[in-house]
């Protein structure tokens, strides 16, 4: 954490039962990140859950056109509507505005007065590709909203900026998203279409109106929504928007996994020449990607569980193609993207302590 963090600030988190949100309040607290008061948000039906921030006993609030006032930051962390209808309610209070829910990111690829204008942000990448701000019509700074990118956008964009320096003639990008991306509802699916098929029962279908347990889907059944295309295409929009030509765009195919937790990935890039392993896997460590030491089994969704790094296996050379390479890596996609979105928070009060 940036050092010199001073002054304490309120900090309001919208969605703060769901698994993002929960991630998101304790990585705050592990990162000992200044905050005065943490206030916890959702639907109304939810307030009044009893819960606990800083050790100390709290309860979840329903959320208000109130809710933000005093706030120096507001994360959005729940649902896509939560941040659609109340991210300029907040904004408007004064506070940063910092989204994980992909909301503002899908609003910036739309045009007119319903666009909103929001910065991507990564800061683990800062070294490799230095953030872009937007900026007004005026050349003034534009308004204080940060999209926080989800995890496979996190992963595929450090893969492309790793890679760069060597001129790799294409980059190919394998996801292997587990079933908590689509928060509690999804493992809960996936917990009961494991009893159930063990049992001989049937199975419950509504998340991914398809079977998810003991399979490998390219596709998920017609009523599940968003269907696992849209999540491709938002990945690789988000991808190429924040590379913005900075680095080469990879080639990106999802496919969901049987897995609660943690994002897998299987990588492919070829160069002009061979590129030696030493220097590609020293790229990467400048980012902060962490690699399993000589000897080691390479990392695992299970191994990786509350790690807040990427984590790589070694480099393998391809047996075939004497310029290619393969990278495996594991991510916990709940600590990786809270992580992400506290760290743009403290990149933030350091400027302002400056």
Known sequence: MPSGLRNTHRVAIVGASSLRGKELKQVLEDRHFPASDIVLLD???????????????????????????GARFVFFAGSVRDAEQNWR???????????????????????????????PWIPSLHAALPPVIGLKANGSRAAAAYSSPPTPVIIACTLAAGLAKFQPQRVSVLLFPPVSERDQAGVEELESQTTNLLSFRPTAQ??????????????????????????????????????????????????????FYGYAFS?????????????????????????????????????????????????????SIASGVWLWGVADNLRLAATNAVRIAEELVAKSDE
């Open 267 to 319: 990588a492919y890039a070829d160069f002009l020449s061979p590129a030696p392993p030493g220097p590609v896997e020293a790229a990467f460590a400048s980012l902060g990607v962490k690699f399993t030491a000589a000897g080691d089994l390479p990392p695992t969704n299970v191994s990786v569980a509350g790690e807040s790094d990427i984590q790589l296996a070694r480099i393998e050379a391809d047996p």
């Open 43 to 69: 639907e109304s039906v939810l307030a009044g859950t009893l819960t606990e921030a800083a050790g100390e006993p709290t309860f979840i609030r329903a959320l208000g056109k109130d809710s933000f006032e």
């Open 206 to 259: 509504a998340v991914f109106d398809s079977q998810v347990a003991f399979n490998l889907l390219t596709a998920y059944g017609s009523e599940s929504k968003p269907s696992l295309a849209d999540t491709r295409a938002a990945v690789a929009r988000d991808v190429a928007r924040y590379l913005g030509g900075r680095a080469p765009v990879p080639a990106i195919q999802l496919v969901q996994a049987p897995i």
């Open 89 to 119: 309610v907040a904004q408007s209070a004064g506070p940063a505005v910092i989204d994980l829910t992909g909301a503002l990111a899908a609003s910036d690829a739309a045009t007119g007065p319903t666009a909103s204008p929001s910065i």
